[in-house]
């Protein structure tokens, strides 16, 4: 549950950063991509950035690239600390991988950076 | 007995132990061509003279020691002027030598007549203009030593037809070998030491400056003491394998960052940290930093150094290997791995599993189960560079090149590169994996490999676009507004073929290793083309297209 409200959290940080920070508006462009966050059974949100909009589905049947959590209590906890530390130590343990172009990934994680630090103002 | 200038230079150059020359030929050059073939140089006469200055870089990759072209005046010169670059730009010991218009017809108009040493003069070390036949190797001598002292790079050098071809008494000479190393100071090794033997999850990153100073033995004993993993990027790939028990080469360059990140001490010797390393940015704040460079500018460039160690890659590591401590960095490695693969786990997925159309990553897979890390591999494109780089694995020096992963992102280097290294390694396999882009800038060097008798393997992954600058227009401008990057289905192997060379075109999993197994025992100069996905997009692509990204 915390996961997924957590996710949810992202989404929206992610939804007003396209609307009102200009540095996230810039970042994002026009970037078509979708971002899956998901444990290896299936739970989690796509983040969908489309044309510089950014929405998130709980759907998780299409995306170009996901970060998967081995279960919802590693996955919170990864992203409640939100350093590259923290997802290290679980990649390096078995409880994290990456589908798909783990660079994509890392443009995500840069895109929520951008979002964090100006909400943060 | 009396000698003319071009034959002074081919007299020069036997001395020397040059063994090839490569460029094409022309009036203003036709003593030294003579002089050439008098003294036994092996001309590689090219159809661009790009690929000659692409080819004498590529020997003094593969040798360590300077390669040699040369121009003719005017056109021949202009021609180079983008292979000239790359050398500057990648620090390559080439020594240039160009025709040009007669003394005499100064300012007169005269054919091919224009100011080429200012034009060439940004994109060399040295550059000047013999006026006498009798100085030529005293010249030449210069040019060798400004090549290759400190950080080596090309140099230029014109030689008017009335000085080429003049005739004087002949006389007797040595060449001038410069084989000077220079040693960093004992402080600043004892702070390097220091700072080494504190570290728990140290990182050594070697460049092309490891691959220029030929240190082998340096390197592994400093590595296998220090227990520190490592990474060889540029042209310092393959002085020590890829597959060493210590190299982070299987989690390839997305491991290099993810590792850059984590680890607390980087050793950088012979590499700049330029916009492949986010200039400086994407070491993080905390990591301390011991720099090797042979060039004092480099050491705190883009990221202040914690221990700079100016001097030879090679002779520093000689001298660091008493003063640190014997260490194992296993567990850090162990972790290093079981992350690195956790981040490339569906790229691993790819080279084990056929795909319609064909990915990338599977033909590499292919090509590397075909020829193995005995051969040498040159890599040529955008995407196709990184599923190169990452893809492949040789055990030799300069195993794995690319120069379109350089500073100048120089596509089209991959056919001279093979020529070259076939030459150098006539008992090797080579193998180029080029972008259908790629191919196009120096594919008719086939015909040279044809006419020379040099067979090597050339793999096109034929996206039948730029594919790189297709997928970044998709990112910024959006998938509608695509605009010149598409380059649609071309039989590249029939061109090669018409030059008599051999081909195939390939369109399914199944037939790849089939066909490159009949390429290699055809004897030729081969062409395997393989349609495959163009769909797919390398992690390279939205790095570069964030690299030019601006407000």
Not at chain 1, 61 to 68: I, N, P, R, S
Not at chain 2, 140 to 166: I, N, S, Y
Not at chain 2, 192 to 201: G, L
Not at chain 2, 404 to 418: H, K, T
Request: charged share 20%; with cysteine.
């Amino acid at each position: 549950m915390r996961f997924a409200l957590l996710l949810k959290a992202l989404a929206v940080i992610l939804h007003i950063a396209s609307k009102h920070n200009e540095d996230f508006k810039r970042f994002i462009g026009t970037v078509s991509i979708k971002i899956a966050i998901k444990t290896k059974n299936n739970k989690g949100r796509t983040f969908i950035f489309n044309n510089g909009t950014v929405s998130s589905t709980r759907s998780l049947k299409q995306y170009d690239a996901a970060l998967v959590f081995s279960d919802t209590k590693t996955g919170f906890n990864v992203l409640k600390e939100g350093t590259q530390d923290a997802s290290f130590y679980a990649a390096a343990t078995g409880n994290l991988y990456v589908e798909g172009m783990a660079f994509f990934i890392q443009w995500f994680n840069d895109a929520v950076t951008i979002a964090m630090k100006k909400n943060r103002k | 007995m009396s000698i003319n200038g071009g034959h002074l230079i081919g007299k020069y150059l036997a001395k020397r132990g040059i063994q090839f020359a490569y460029g094409i030929s022309g009036g203003h050059i036709e003593a030294l061509l003579d002089g050439l073939q008098q003294y036994g140089i092996r001309s590689i006469d090219v159809r661009h003279e790009q690929a000659a200055v692409m080819m004498a870089h590529a020997t003094a990759v593969y040798t360590g020691t300077p390669g040699v072209c040369f121009l003719t005046a005017g056109p021949g010169f202009t021609n180079g002027i983008t292979g000239i670059a790359n050398a500057y730009l990648d620090n390559a010991p080439v020594v240039v030598l160009c025709g040009r218009h007669p003394l005499r017809d100064d300012h007169k108009g005269a054919l091919q007549e224009m100011n080429q040493v200012d034009v060439v003069k940004p994109l060399v070390k040295w550059c000047t203009t013999c006026y006498d036949t009798k100085r030529i190797p005293q010249y030449l001598d210069m040019a060798f030593r400004h090549a290759t002292c400190g950080r080596p790079g090309p140099v230029f050098l014109e030689l008017p037809p009335d000085v080429l071809g003049k005739s004087i008494d002949d006389f007797d000479f040595t060449p001038s070998v410069d084989a000077f190393k220079t040693v960093p100071d004992s402080s600043s090794l004892y702070k390097a030491a220091e700072i080494i033997n504190s570290a728990k999850k140290p990182l050594f990153i070697g460049g092309s400056g490891i691959g220029y100073s030929n240190c082998t033995l340096e390197l592994q004993a400093f590595i296998e003491k220090t227990g520190i993993p490592f990474i060889l990027l540029n042209n310092g790939r393959g002085i020590l394998p890829d597959n060493h028990p210590l190299s982070i080469w299987n989690i390839g360059n997305v491991g290099l960052m993810m590792t850059m990140s984590q680890a607390d001490v980087i050793v950088a010797a012979g590499i700049r940290f330029n916009w492949l390393f986010q200039s400086g940015d994407s070491i993080p704040p905390t990591a301390k930093i011991v720099r090797i460079d042979i060039e004092p500018t480099e050491i705190n460039r883009n990221r202040i150094a914690d221990a700079g160690l100016l001097g030879d890659a090679g002779a520093a590591l000689k001298a660091l290997l008493p003063l640190v401590e014997q260490a194992n960095h296993q567990q850090w490695l162990d972790m290093l791995t079981q992350a690195g693969y956790a981040f490339i786990d569906s790229e691993i997925k790819l080279r084990q599993n056929p795909t319609d159309p064909i990915h990338p990553v599977r033909l590499v897979a292919k090509a590397q189960e075909v020829f193995g890390t005995d051969a040498l591999y040159v890599v040529d494109g955008g995407d196709t560079t990184y599923f190169g780089l990452v893809g492949f694995q040789s055990r030799h020096k300069a195993g794995v090149l690319s120069q379109s992963a350089g500073l100048l992102g120089c596509l089209g280097a991959g056919i001279p590169f093979a020529i070259a290294a076939k030459l150098i390694h006539p008992d090797k396999q080579v193998v180029v994996l080029s972008g259908d882009g790629s191919f196009g800038f120096n594919g008719f060097e086939f015909d040279t490999a044809v006419r020379h008798n040099i067979p090597f393997v050339c793999i096109v992954n034929n996206d039948c676009a730029w594919g790189m600058i297709k997928h970044s227009q998709e990112l910024s401008i959006g998938k509608e507004r695509v605009t010149c990057a598409e380059l649609g289905i071309r039989h590249y192997e029939k061109v090669v073929e018409g030059m008599g060379g051999y081909g195939e075109f390939v369109g399914k999993d199944e037939a790849i290793a089939p066909a490159l197994i009949r390429a290699k025992e055809s004897g030729k100069p081969a062409c395997i083309n393989v349609l495959t996905d163009p769909a797919v997009t390398s992690p390279a692509t939205p790095l570069f297209y964030q690299s030019l990204k601006f407000d």
